[in-house]
C-alpha cells in the first residue's frame, strides 16, 4: 500500500525567507511524485513532478523539490518566498489509475 | 483549467435526497476522478473512470455512485445525501501514463442539511 504523509499541516514563513515543505512516501515500488498548490476557493495546480532521472526537479513559480529515495522523501523548497506563494500545498503519490494525495500544507507568507 | 466543467458550482440540498454533480472535459483524456476535500484529509479519492463505462472505487466510495456514458462526462451521484459528506468535490482528468499528471476542476460545494 502507498500512503502520503505531509507531517506540518502550517508552515509561518516571513516574506523573502527560505522555506522548505515535508513529504514523504511509503511505497514498495517505483513511484511518481507530485506537488500540486490550491490557492484559495480554486483548483489544485500542478507545481512540479518527479518519473525519474535527476534526482532535483524544479517547477513553477521558482519552487523546486529533491527526491530522495533513501529517505522516501521529496521535499520542497524556495529560497526565497512572497506574499502570493499563499496557499496550500499538497504532496501525491502514483501509482497505477490514482493519485494519492497528503493531507497538505498550508503555507502563510507573512510581511 | 484544462478544459474541464463542473457543475453546479454550488449546492446546498437537505438529508435523504439525491444529488447528481457533472463533471464534463473537452480534451478527450481517458481518465476522469472525483475526489472530494475535507479539512485535515487532503483529497481523497472517491471513483474513478478508465474509459466509457469503466469505472472502479476509490478510498471513499461508499455512499456514492458514478456513470460514464460519454468520453466527456463523469456523474457523480449520492444517493440519499447525509451530512457527513458536506464537502468540496473536486472532477479531476488525466492521460494513461503513470506520469501524467492530472488537470483539475475548480470544484463543487455541496452543503447538506
Known amino acids: 500500500a502507498q500512503s502520503v504523509t505531509q507531517l506540518d499541516s502550517q508552515v509561518p514563513v516571513f516574506e523573502e525567507a527560505p522555506v522548505e515543505l515535508r513529504c514523504n512516501y511509503s511505497s514498495s515500488v517505483s513511484v511518481y511524485l507530485f506537488w500540486y498548490v490550491q490557492y484559495p476557493n480554486q483548483g489544485l495546480q500542478l507545481l512540479l513532478k518527479?518519473?525519474?532521472?535527476?534526482?532535483l526537479v524544479k517547477g513553477i513559480n521558482g519552487f523546486e523539490a529533491e527526491f530522495n529515495k533513501s529517505q522516501t522523501s521529496f521535499h520542497l523548497r524556495k529560497p526565497s518566498v512572497h506574499i502570493s506563494d499563499t496557499a496550500e500545498y499538497f504532496c501525491a503519490v502514483r501509482l497505477t489509475n490514482k493519485l494519492i494525495f497528503g493531507t497538505g500544507t498550508l503555507l502563510a507568507v507573512q510581511p | 483549467d484544462a478544459g474541464i466543467t463542473q457543475s453546479p458550482r454550488h449546492k446546498v440540498t437537505e438529508t435523504g435526497t439525491p444529488v447528481t454533480l457533472r463533471c464534463h472535459q473537452t480534451e478527450n483524456h481517458r481518465y476522469m476522478y472525483w475526489y472530494r476535500q475535507d479539512p485535515g484529509h487532503g483529497l481523497r479519492l472517491i471513483h474513478y473512470?478508465?474509459?466509457?463505462?469503466?469505472?472502479d472505487k476509490g478510498e471513499v466510495s461508499d455512499g456514492y455512485s458514478v456513470s460514464r456514458s460519454k468520453t466527456e462526462d463523469f456523474l457523480l451521484t449520492l444517493e440519499s445525501a447525509t451530512s457527513s459528506q458536506t464537502s468540496v468535490y473536486f472532477c479531476?482528468?488525466?492521460?494513461?501514463?503513470?506520469?501524467?499528471?492530472?488537470?483539475f476542476g475548480n470544484g463543487t460545494r455541496l452543503t447538506v442539511t
Open positions: 473512470s478508465y474509459g466509457v463505462k469503466d469505472t
Open positions: 518527479y518519473l525519474s532521472g535527476s534526482t
Open positions: 479531476a482528468i488525466s492521460e494513461p501514463p503513470l506520469g501524467s499528471p492530472l488537470h
